[in-house]
């Protein structure tokens, strides 16, 4: 069982801003504008691939040849990356509620990857429970092998139903080399299946960011952004 770092206390706020890496087709463009990138914390650097491309469904037809220019993506900026620094992929059915940047470099001490727990606080956060829409990268030969590995796994496989999520499962299972860990539940999703804006959703009180997966459909993924996002601003407004 691979548990996440305690809270720490970072000291003094660093000045360099944290790269928060993504791409999106103009399919998602509600969710990029209005949620992501509305949400963005100014300790964190957007870097944003646009990319064009028709009506995908998931698991089936090419999703996983679009889920694999995440890998290209990630194996790109962790080239351009400082040496053992961190940075950030997010996928952009995403949004933040506060700085991020000191928490998660207090986070990654010790780590060259944190995954975000694929199923909220209803399971042990363990690695089998990964979720690859929000992962904190340290720039070095281990994370890079991780990922040249999933690429390799999935391209392999050709199969729309083996995406990035089930490949970087498959080659996490076996690692050895990379020091990796789970995020605490302030980096947070719903994590169950089959969530209707008719259904109560609880956030924690210390959210930090939310992710709106285990959600099929942008209109749905839509309404449970906003839901949270009115439910954490009215906890906030008192």
């Not at 999935?154 to 199969?159: G, I, P, V």
């Not at 299972?173 to 990379?178: L, S, T, V």
């Given at each position: 069982?691979?548990?996440?770092?305690?809270?720490?206390?970072?000291?003094?706020?660093?000045?360099?801003?944290?790269?928060?890496?993504?791409?999106?087709?103009?399919?998602?463009?509600?969710?990029l504008n209005d949620f992501w990138l509305?949400?963005?914390?100014?300790?964190?650097?957007?870097?944003?691939?646009?990319?064009?491309?028709?009506?995908?469904?998931?698991?089936?037809?090419?999703?996983?040849?679009?889920?694999?220019?995440?890998?290209?993506?990630?194996?790109?900026?962790?080239?351009?990356?400082?040496?053992?620094?961190?940075?950030?992929?997010?996928?952009?059915?995403?949004?933040?509620?506060?700085?991020?940047?000191?928490?998660?470099?207090?986070?990654?001490?010790?780590?060259?990857?944190?995954?975000?727990?694929?199923?909220?606080?209803?399971?042990?956060?363990?690695?089998?429970?990964?979720?690859?829409?929000?992962?904190?990268?340290?720039?070095?030969?281990?994370?890079?092998?991780?990922?040249?590995?999933?690429?390799?796994?999935?391209?392999e496989k050709d199969?729309?139903?083996?995406?990035?999520?089930?490949?970087?499962?498959?080659?996490?299972?076996?690692?050895?080399?990379?020091?990796?860990?789970?995020?605490?539940?302030?980096?947070?999703?719903?994590?169950?299946?089959?969530?209707?804006?008719?259904?109560?959703?609880?956030?924690?009180?210390?959210?930090?960011?939310?992710?709106?997966?285990?959600?099929?459909?942008?209109?749905?993924?839509?309404?449970?952004?906003?839901?949270?996002?009115?439910?954490?601003?009215?906890?906030?407004?008192?």
């Amino acid at each position: 069982m691979t548990l996440h770092n305690p809270a720490c206390n970072t000291g003094p706020a660093m000045d360099s801003r944290l790269s928060l890496v993504s791409f999106a087709s103009e399919l998602y463009e509600e969710m990029l504008n209005d949620f992501w990138l509305r949400s963005v914390p100014s300790d964190c650097r957007p870097v944003l691939r646009v990319f064009h491309e028709g009506p995908v469904t998931y698991a089936k037809g090419s999703w996983h040849r679009v889920t694999d220019r995440k890998f290209d993506l990630i194996l790109e900026r962790i080239e351009k990356e400082a040496e053992g620094s961190i940075f950030v992929f997010s996928d952009v059915d995403i949004q933040f509620f506060g700085a991020i940047a000191d928490d998660l470099r207090c986070l990654a001490q010790g780590y060259d990857l944190l995954f975000q727990h694929d199923r909220g606080t209803h399971h042990p956060p363990v690695l089998e429970w990964l979720n690859s829409g929000f992962i904190v990268i340290r720039a070095c030969s281990a994370s890079r092998q991780v990922f040249e590995k999933a690429r390799a796994y999935l391209r392999e496989k050709d199969d729309p139903r083996v995406d990035d999520q089930v490949a970087l499962r498959v080659v996490t299972a076996d690692e050895r080399q990379a020091r990796m860990g789970i995020l605490p539940t302030r980096y947070w999703t719903h994590g169950r299946p089959g969530w209707t804006p008719r259904q109560d959703i609880d956030p924690p009180a210390d959210i930090l960011m939310h992710h709106a997966n285990w959600i099929i459909g942008n209109g749905i993924k839509v309404a449970q952004l906003g839901i949270v996002r009115e439910i954490v601003e009215g906890r906030r407004r008192g």
